[in-house]
Nanobody
Framework: QVQLAESGGGLVQAGGSLSLSCAAS????????MGWFRQAPGKEREFVAG????????RYADSVKDRFTISRDNAKNTLYLQMNSLKPEDTAVYYC??????????????????WGQGTQVTVSS
């Protein structure tokens, strides 16, 4: 079992940067593919970025490619999301999640077993 807690959200102007962290507890973090998702008001939760257990493979939504970077430190049980060149449309609650897979990064919400409580990111224009 994995417990997840996001931090680092906040208010930033368009073009700015934010760095999110996700602290994990539990022995399975280092063997799980991890993902970041986001959910804006009135919209479905959507995949943002994901990373395999070793960090060797990453995957991004087209909307954030070349602006966001996902990484992980298994020794610290922590997942990260560096967000640059932020846009107002990036405004959402951001969630980290752990998948029951190791070598692949799924994009479907249903493929992730554990979720954090979310952190709000607001980008002003």
């Amino acid at each position: 079992q994995v417990q997840l807690a996001e931090s680092g959200g906040g208010l930033v102007q368009a073009g700015g940067s934010l760095s999110l962290s996700c602290a994990a507890s539990g022995r399975t973090f280092s063997s799980s593919a991890m993902g970041w998702f986001r959910q804006a008001p009135g919209k479905e939760r959507e995949f943002v970025a994901g990373i395999t257990w070793s960090g060797g493979t990453t995957r991004y939504a087209d909307s954030v490619k070349d602006r966001f970077t996902i990484s992980r430190d298994n020794a610290k049980n922590t997942l990260y999301l560096q967000m640059n060149s932020l846009k107002p449309e990036d405004t959402a609650v951001y969630y980290c999640a752990a998948a029951g897979l190791r070598y692949r990064v799924p994009v479907e919400v249903s493929r992730y077993d554990y979720w954090g409580q979310g952190t709000q990111v607001t980008v002003s224009s």
